[in-house]
C-alpha cells in the first residue's frame, strides 16, 4: 500500500482476479453487473454531462446506480471523472459504492478530477458507506425488548424464556405464522415444541426481525446443548416457520465478505416482504370517509391485519372541487410541471358557482410498533395523553397532512423507502418536519434541489430579445415554465424547516436567474425577511440571503473566467484603452480644429476580451496557469467595466459601447451579425466574455442599489 493509503497496482490486480474468480464460482455476487438498458445509458451520459435532474429522475425509475457500461465505467466514477461535484453528492446519497477495497471504489478515486471530489469520495467511504436499510433493521430488533410503550400482541412461550412478539412482524416474515394468523386472528398465546433448544428458536426470532446471525450459537458446558445440537434446533425450526437459507447463514458467518453479502441479500429480502404485506393490508385496507364522519368511525382491536391505532389524513381545501372542475385545464393547479408551487397569481379565481364535493379523509389502520420510528409518535404513545390511552376501539390520530403524503411517510416507516415527485416534495417536507423524519427531510430536499434546478443559465433579459433565443433556435422561455417557479416559498419552506440544503438551493436558482428577481418588490422582501431573521440586528450584520447569492453570482460567472485568467489581465487592459482612448480624443480634437467636422462615419469598437497583443495573451496564460487546479477567479473585488480596445489596423475614432451607434438599426443588426452580445443595460459588448464581465458588475450594483433603497447595511 502506497504512502497515501492507496493500493499499488499489483495490488489492485490481485484483488480484482481474487473477486472475479469468486464470483465466476457463483459464491460471491457482482457489485457492478453490466447494464445495457436505455435507462442506464442516460443515466452514463447524465453523469456526463452533469445534468443532475435527469439523474434524479432514472435514480427515481430505479435504475441500477452501481452497475458500469461496456467500458467498465460506473456513474459515480464518469461524474467524478468529469468533475460534477453535485452529481457525485447526488450519487452517492443514493447509495452509490465507493469502497477503498474494491477495484471500483479505488478507480473512482484515481479518476476525481479534483481534490474536493476526492475528499467527498473519502468521506463517504470511511463515514457514510453504511447500509441503507440498517436503521429499519435495528428498530425491528431493537422491539424484541423493548417494554414501553407496549406494542406486542402475541408472546412465545418456551421451557426457559418468554418472547413479545408482533404478529404483523410474524405474519410478513414466515408463512407457517402468515397462514397460522389468519386462521386464528385473536391468538395471543403460541409454544413451539419443547424438543427444540430455546436458543435455537432465538436465532429463529431475531433473523425473523431482521437481526443478524451470531457467530456463537450460546452452546457448551453448563447451557445443556452442544453448537451441534442447537444448529440442529435451528434447521428443524427454520423447516417448521418456512424460513429458508438461515443454517446457511450461520454456516458462512466465518467469511466475512460473504458473511456480509449474505446479510444483506437477507435484509433485503425481509423490507421487500414487510412492504408486501403493508401494501395489501395496511394500504389496501384503508378506508375514505367523509371528513364530517370520520371521527365516528369504529375499528375493533381484535381484527384480521393485527392494527393498534387509525392515522387520518383529511384533504386539502384545494381538492374540494369536483374532478370536472379541475382536469379540463392543468394550468389551474396550484403547481407547475415541475411541481414546485406557483405563483398564486398566475392561478386563476374560482368561480363561487362551483358544485363543489363533502371533502373527503383518509384512515390507514397502522402498528404502533413501526409509527414510533418516530419521535413524534414515541412521545406520544409514551406519555399519558389521550392517545395513548385504552379504548373498546382503536384510536383515531388525526395528522396534518394530505392522504398522499401521509401514504408516503408510512411506506418509509414500513419499508425504508421514500419515492415521490415534485409535486408533493414540498408537503413531504413538511410533514417530516412535524414527525421528526429527518432521513424523510433530507430526501425530500434532495428532490427539491436536484429535479427544481432546471438548467444553470441565465434568463433572457427584456430589454436583450436576442438573448431570448438559445442556440438550437427555439426559445428560452419554452424550457419547461421556469419562469412560474415560487422560489420565495421554497426559501421560506426551508428557513421553517430548518434545511440548509434548500438554503443554498434556492441562492443558487435566483443567482443564476438573478436578472429576473432583482427588481421584483417580492424579491425585495424576501431580503427584508432574510435581514429580519437576525435577532438584535446590528449594522455590520450581513444577511445570509444576499452573502449566498454573491457566492453563486460569483460562481456563475467564474464558470466562464476560469480558464483564461481574465481577472488579472482587466486592470492592465483598463490602463491600456485609457491611455488609447485619451490619445483617440486629442487626435480627434486637432483634426476636428484644423479640417473642420468629417463626414465619414467613425469605425466601431466594442469591448472585447482576448484581442490584445501576442504578449499579452502570453502573460494571460501564465496568470492562468498560476492559479490552482480547483480554483476559479475571485469575483469578490468589483472590477470596472472594460472600455473598448483599440485595434492598431483601424481606422478612425474608437469609442465606447453606445456612444457611436445612435439609433442606426443597420449598425445594430451589422454588429450583432457579427458576433456582438447585448448586455443587461441594453448595450453591446464584443463577445460573449466582455458581457459576462460587465453583466456581473450591473447585478452587483443592482444589489448595492437594493440594498440602498431598502436602508440596510450588508
Known amino acids: 500500500m502506497s504512502a497515501n493509503g492507496l493500493l499499488r497496482k499489483d495490488q489492485l490486480e490481485l484483488s480484482l482476479h481474487d473477486?472475479?474468480?469468486?464470483?465466476?464460482?457463483?459464491?460471491?455476487?457482482?457489485?457492478?453487473?453490466?447494464?445495457?438498458?436505455?435507462?442506464?445509458?442516460?443515466?452514463?451520459?447524465?453523469?456526463?454531462?452533469?445534468?443532475?435532474?435527469?439523474?434524479?429522475?432514472?435514480?427515481?425509475?430505479?435504475?441500477?446506480?452501481?452497475?458500469?457500461?461496456?467500458?467498465?465505467?460506473?456513474?459515480?466514477?464518469?461524474?467524478?471523472?468529469?468533475?460534477?461535484?453535485?452529481?457525485?453528492?447526488?450519487?452517492?446519497?443514493?447509495?452509490?459504492?465507493?469502497?477503498?477495497?474494491?477495484?471500483?471504489?479505488?478507480?473512482?478515486?484515481?479518476?476525481?478530477?479534483?481534490?474536493?471530489?476526492?475528499?467527498?469520495?473519502?468521506?463517504?467511504?470511511?463515514?457514510?458507506?453504511?447500509?441503507?436499510?440498517?436503521?429499519?433493521?435495528?428498530?425491528?430488533?431493537?422491539?424484541?425488548?423493548?417494554?414501553?410503550?407496549?406494542t406486542h400482541d402475541i408472546t412465545v412461550v418456551t421451557p426457559?424464556?418468554?418472547?413479545?412478539?408482533?404478529?404483523?412482524?410474524?405474519?410478513?416474515?414466515?408463512?407457517?405464522?402468515?397462514?397460522?394468523?389468519?386462521?386464528?386472528?385473536?391468538?395471543?398465546?403460541?409454544?413451539?415444541?419443547?424438543?427444540?433448544?430455546?436458543?435455537?428458536?432465538?436465532?429463529?426470532?431475531?433473523?425473523?426481525?431482521?437481526?443478524?446471525?451470531?457467530?456463537?450459537?450460546?452452546?457448551?458446558?453448563?447451557?445443556?446443548?452442544?453448537?451441534?445440537?442447537?444448529?440442529?434446533?435451528?434447521?428443524?425450526?427454520?423447516?417448521?416457520?418456512?424460513?429458508?437459507?438461515?443454517?446457511?447463514?450461520?454456516?458462512?458467518?466465518?467469511?466475512?465478505?460473504?458473511?456480509?453479502?449474505?446479510?444483506?441479500?437477507?435484509?433485503?429480502?425481509?423490507?421487500?416482504?414487510?412492504?408486501?404485506?403493508?401494501?395489501?393490508?395496511?394500504?389496501?385496507?384503508?378506508?375514505?370517509?367523509?371528513?364530517?364522519?370520520?371521527?365516528?368511525?369504529?375499528?375493533?382491536?381484535d381484527n384480521g391485519i393485527f392494527a393498534d391505532v387509525l392515522l387520518r389524513a383529511d384533504e386539502d381545501e384545494v381538492d374540494e372541487e369536483t374532478a370536472a372542475d379541475r382536469q379540463?385545464?392543468?394550468?389551474?393547479?396550484?403547481?407547475?410541471?415541475?411541481?414546485?408551487?406557483?405563483?398564486?397569481?398566475?392561478?386563476?379565481?374560482?368561480?363561487?358557482?362551483?358544485?363543489?364535493?363533502?371533502r373527503k379523509s383518509k384512515i390507514y389502520p397502522c402498528h404502533k410498533a413501526m409509527l414510533i420510528r418516530s419521535e413524534f409518535f414515541m412521545t406520544m404513545f409514551e406519555s399519558s395523553f389521550r392517545e395513548a390511552q385504552d379504548t373498546p376501539h382503536l384510536q383515531i390520530v388525526p395528522i396534518d397532512c394530505s392522504p398522499e403524503v401521509l401514504g408516503i411517510i408510512l411506506t418509509f416507516l414500513y419499508a425504508e423507502k421514500a419515492d415521490f415527485g415534485l409535486d408533493i416534495a414540498v408537503d413531504v417536507l413538511f410533514a417530516a418536519d412535524m414527525l421528526f423524519l429527518e432521513k424523510v427531510k433530507a430526501k425530500a430536499a434532495l428532490v427539491i434541489s436536484s429535479l427544481g434546478s432546471g438548467t444553470a443559465m441565465a434568463m433572457p433579459n427584456a430589454s436583450s430579445p436576442e438573448m431570448a433565443t438559445t442556440e438550437n433556435g427555439t426559445n428560452a422561455d419554452d424550457s419547461g415554465g421556469d419562469e412560474d417557479l415560487d422560489i420565495y416559498e421554497i426559501l421560506r419552506a426551508a428557513w421553517l424547516t430548518r434545511v440548509q440544503r434548500l438554503e443554498e438551493f434556492a441562492a443558487r436558482y435566483i443567482a443564476y436567474r438573478l436578472e429576473s428577481y432583482i427588481d421584483d418588490p417580492d424579491f425585495a422582501e424576501l431580503v427584508k425577511e432574510s435581514a429580519g431573521r437576525i435577532s438584535a440586528r446590528q449594522e455590520t450584520d450581513s444577511i445570509e440571503l444576499l452573502d449566498d447569492i454573491r457566492y453563486y453570482l460569483s460562481e456563475r460567472f467564474r464558470l466562464r473566467f476560469e480558464d483564461s485568467g481574465l481577472e488579472d489581465v482587466m486592470d492592465e487592459e483598463q490602463a491600456m484603452m485609457a491611455q488609447a482612448l485619451s490619445q483617440s480624443d486629442g487626435e480627434v480634437q486637432t483634426n476636428g480644429h484644423a479640417g473642420g467636422e468629417s463626414t465619414t462615419a467613425p469605425a466601431v469598437s466594442l469591448p472585447q476580451w482576448g484581442s490584445q497583443p501576442a504578449a499579452a495573451q502570453a502573460d494571460s496564460r501564465k496568470a492562468a496557469q498560476q492559479l490552482p487546479d480547483d480554483e476559479g477567479v475571485d469575483m469578490s473585488t468589483p472590477t470596472p467595466a472594460p472600455a473598448p480596445l483599440v485595434d492598431s489596423a483601424a481606422a478612425g475614432l474608437v469609442g465606447g459601447p453606445a456612444s457611436n451607434l445612435g439609433t442606426d438599426p443597420d449598425s445594430v443588426e451589422a454588429l450583432l451579425q457579427s458576433g456582438a452580445v447585448r448586455t443587461l443595460d441594453g448595450e453591446l459588448a464584443g463577445d460573449e466574455f466582455a458581457a459576462d464581465a460587465i453583466n456581473y458588475q450591473i447585478l452587483l450594483a443592482k444589489i448595492d442599489r437594493l440594498l440602498e433603497r431598502l436602508k440596510l447595511d450588508a
Open 19 to 150: 473477486e472475479k474468480k469468486l464470483i465466476e464460482e457463483g459464491i460471491l455476487k457482482e457489485d457492478n453487473p453490466l447494464d445495457f438498458s436505455f435507462n442506464f445509458q442516460k443515466l452514463c451520459d447524465a453523469c456526463r454531462r452533469g445534468d443532475l435532474r435527469l439523474c434524479q429522475e432514472m435514480i427515481q425509475e430505479g435504475t441500477n446506480i452501481n452497475a458500469k457500461d461496456q467500458y467498465d465505467y460506473t456513474p459515480l466514477i464518469l461524474a467524478s471523472l468529469c468533475g460534477h461535484y453535485e452529481v457525485v453528492q447526488l450519487l452517492l446519497e443514493s447509495g452509490a459504492l465507493c469502497e477503498r477495497d474494491t477495484f471500483q471504489g479505488e478507480r473512482c478515486l484515481y479518476n476525481a478530477l479534483n481534490d474536493r471530489i476526492r475528499n467527498l469520495l473519502l468521506q463517504y467511504d470511511y463515514s457514510k458507506t453504511t447500509d441503507p436499510l440498517q436503521p429499519l433493521a435495528s428498530h425491528l430488533v431493537s422491539l424484541l425488548t423493548r417494554d414501553h410503550p407496549k
Open 160 to 301: 426457559t424464556e418468554s418472547f413479545r412478539l408482533h404478529k404483523f412482524i410474524l405474519s410478513a416474515r414466515s408463512p407457517y405464522f402468515k397462514s397460522k394468523l389468519s386462521q386464528a386472528p385473536d391468538t395471543k398465546l403460541w409454544k413451539p415444541a419443547p424438543t427444540i433448544p430455546p436458543q435455537s428458536f432465538a436465532i429463529a426470532l431475531k433473523h425473523l426481525y431482521l437481526g443478524e446471525v451470531p457467530r456463537d450459537l450460546g452452546g457448551g458446558p453448563g447451557t445443556g446443548f452442544t453448537d451441534s445440537a442447537i444448529l440442529a434446533g435451528v434447521d428443524r425450526i427454520s423447516k417448521h416457520l418456512e424460513i429458508h437459507n438461515l443454517s446457511q447463514l450461520i454456516l458462512d458467518s466465518n467469511d466475512r465478505r460473504l458473511a456480509r453479502q449474505r446479510r444483506q441479500d437477507e435484509v433485503q429480502r425481509g423490507r421487500d416482504q414487510l412492504e408486501q404485506w403493508f401494501r395489501e393490508n395496511v394500504l389496501k385496507h384503508a378506508i375514505e370517509v367523509e371528513t364530517s364522519r370520520a371521527g365516528h368511525v369504529k375499528w375493533d382491536r
Open 328 to 358: 379540463p385545464q392543468q394550468s389551474q393547479s396550484g403547481t407547475n410541471a415541475l411541481g414546485i408551487p406557483l405563483d398564486q397569481k398566475s392561478n386563476p379565481s374560482r368561480s363561487p358557482s362551483r358544485s363543489r364535493k363533502p
